[in-house]
């Protein structure tokens, strides 16, 4: 059977707060580790009224400290908006209080918009394009500070060593996320595994998986290549119920690729009161004919297809159903079912 592995941008419903929807995440984490889901990773964005994950990091400390078997990590850090020792310091500290437990996925984009983007580097820092060339660099740099060994710089006359924690016995697992041949060029080089965000685009993933397997080349860590791909889900009781629950994702989709107003995610009944224009829903309809949209037993059947087609042994979840007016802030359930249906 096909692995499962959960990814989560914390979503802001409607009628929840900030620290409504961390502690739906809590739980949902909580789902996954008690029904066997090999990963669960958060995503970084910034600025956006529908989303929470802002903070990998702080979050993984609190979904591995609410977890008991399953790894956490990032989908993923996006390097450009942080210092190489910064994020190398975080994933060390985070191995040594959960080892064997905690991936780093690094990504290449700001996910974000570009007045954030300048708050985040600073003033005087170097441009976002810099920052972008510079990644494979970047990635190095994290690669080897993480080492229990960590590095030794020349300083003037002297040698001074340098490393991520002071006592690293463990390294954090390293991952390569993306959504064109870029990132899958550069796991293949380094020797890195990689996944492909299949969940954002839908478009060009064979190719781009194809490219990583064939150029890769070996590393000490990883001797084969590892991957898998992201898909957006919604599964419930029946068909017809899952198409009700994807219809918020939709719209929060469909404003965010048109350049419309954000807002925080809606719920099922305010979603459906929206008038949505024939082009919208052939938008929708489209985007959501490369999700994961169903039955449980039509799910299965879309997962193990997709599994089969990418030639990958592992598929990471992204639960997208909205939820119902009347449902407990805390709680998520409609996501929790996703889940649950698709492990069953």
Do not use: C
Not at 53 to 81: D, E, W, Y
Not at 84 to 90: H, N, R, W
Not at 142 to 156: W, Y
């Amino acid at each position: 059977m096909t692995a499962l592995s959960v990814l989560d941008l914390v979503p802001v419903r409607s009628d929840q707060t900030t620290g409504d929807a961390i502690a739906a995440s809590r739980r949902l984490a909580q789902a996954a580790d008690d029904l066997g889901y090999r990963r669960y990773w958060v995503a970084e964005h910034h600025n956006m009224p529908a989303v929470a994950a802002t903070n990998p990091p702080v979050l993984i400390a609190m979904l591995a400290a609410a977890t008991s078997r399953i790894k956490v990590g990032s989908g993923g850090v996006m390097l450009p908006n942080h210092a190489p020792l910064v994020v190398a310091e975080q994933f060390a500290l985070l191995e040594a209080a959960f080892p064997g437990r905690i991936d780093l996925g690094i990504g290449r984009a700001p996910g974000t918009d570009p007045l954030t983007r300048y708050v985040l580097r600073g003033s005087n820092a170097e441009s976002a394009d810099e920052a972008v060339t510079k990644f494979p660099e970047y990635v190095d740099d994290i690669r080897t500070l993480m080492t229990t060994d960590g590095v030794e710089l020349q300083i003037g006359p002297r040698r001074q060593p340098l490393r991520a924690t002071p006592a690293a016995t463990s390294i954090a697992d390293m991952w390569l996320l993306g959504s064109s041949d870029y990132s899958a060029r550069l796991a293949a080089e380094k020797g890195l595994p990689y996944v492909f965000a299949h969940h954002f685009s839908g478009e060009g993933t064979g190719v781009a998986l194809d490219l990583y397997r064939s150029s890769y080349r070996p590393s000490p860590e990883y001797p084969e290549p590892r991957t898998f791909l992201t898909v957006n889900a919604v599964v419930a009781e029946t068909e017809e119920e899952a198409r009700r629950q994807v219809l918020p994702n939709v719209q929060q989709m469909i404003a965010l690729r048109t350049g419309a107003p954000l807002h925080p995610q809606r719920l099922l009944e305010e979603a459906e009161a929206v008038e949505m224009t024939p082009e919208q829903r052939a938008f929708g309809h489209a985007m959501a004919g490369r999700w994961i949209v169903g039955s449980a037993d039509q799910a299965r059947v879309q997962l193990d297809e997709l599994a089969t087609t990418y030639g990958v042994d592992e598929v990471m979840i992204h639960p997208v159903a909205g939820a119902t007016a009347g449902t407990d802030v805390t709680t998520s359930p409609n996501r929790e079912t996703t889940l649950r249906l698709l492990a069953a």
